[in-house]
């Protein structure tokens, strides 16, 4: 579940954003429409706990994201969440298959190459386990980084963009396996997007219309 009131980020510059609240429960989906500048990347990092918010509350899967030191949210959103960001932060150095280890790492978790291998053929990438990321097509790299955000089967998927480098084939497997995750999980689903195939292709989902920031 997801649970925002009178949710609120400053920045530096004296940008204000405000949104409206949200009561998503576990399970339910969740789609952030907005023009660019809107805020959708940053509620995004609200609902990891990536930030904080100036004013308001946030709980997500049962936690109240500002009630816990940065170690403690860390270690929470490691097992918890699900987070595919624009900016993808696949290490050049490492291949497909050690950038997905990573996660196992972050969580505390022991290596599991045979998740890893199941993660990337639900994609459609196992063969490209091996491969360091300058070696793929961006769609290429956006079906890893997906795949590295459902890895741990985790109770919050929030993604920023999915489909944008996506033809309509890869679209339609990507928000099918983030649905089949979210559904098998019982995971809540957060999506921001620009993207009309996205819309139509989840039309009962919820939808939270962002309005361009403010000064």
């Known amino acids: 579940m997801i649970e925002t009131r ?9 940008t ?9 429960p576990q399970g339910g989906t969740l789609l952030l429409r907005g023009l660019s500048g809107s805020g959708k990347s940053t509620w995004l990092s609200l609902a990891s706990g990536l930030r904080l918010p ?8 049962g936690r109240t994201l500002s009630a ?7 270690a929470w959103r490691a097992r918890s969440v699900g987070f595919l960001p624009q900016r993808l932060h696949l290490s050049e150095a490492l291949t497909v298959a050690d950038n997905l280890g990573l996660v196992f790492f972050a969580a505390g978790l022991p290596p599991d190459a045979q998740a890893v291998h199941s993660a990337l053929g ?5 063969g490209l386990a091996q491969r360091k990321p300058a070696r793929l097509s961006g769609g290429e790299l956006q079906r890893v980084a997906l795949a590295r ?6 109770q919050v998927i929030l993604v920023d963009e999915p489909t944008a480098s996506l033809d309509d084939e890869a679209c339609r497997t990507a928000l ?11 995971a809540t689903l957060v999506i921001s997007t620009h993207d009309a195939r996205v819309a139509k292709a989840l039309p009962q989902a919820q939808v939270l219309q962002l309005a361009r920031s403010a000064p």
Request: proline share 4%.
């Open 6 to 14: 009178g949710l609120t980020c400053g920045f530096a510059d004296g």
């Open 16 to 24: 204000t954003l405000r949104f409206a609240d949200v009561k998503l």
């Open 54 to 61: 100036t004013r308001g509350d946030i709980a997500v899967a």
């Open 68 to 74: 816990m030191k940065a170690p403690e949210r860390d």
């Open 122 to 126: 639900a994609l459609g990438v196992a």
């Open 149 to 154: 955000a459902l890895l741990l089967r985790p």
């Open 176 to 186: 099918a396996l983030l649905q089949a995750h979210a559904r098998e999980g019982g």
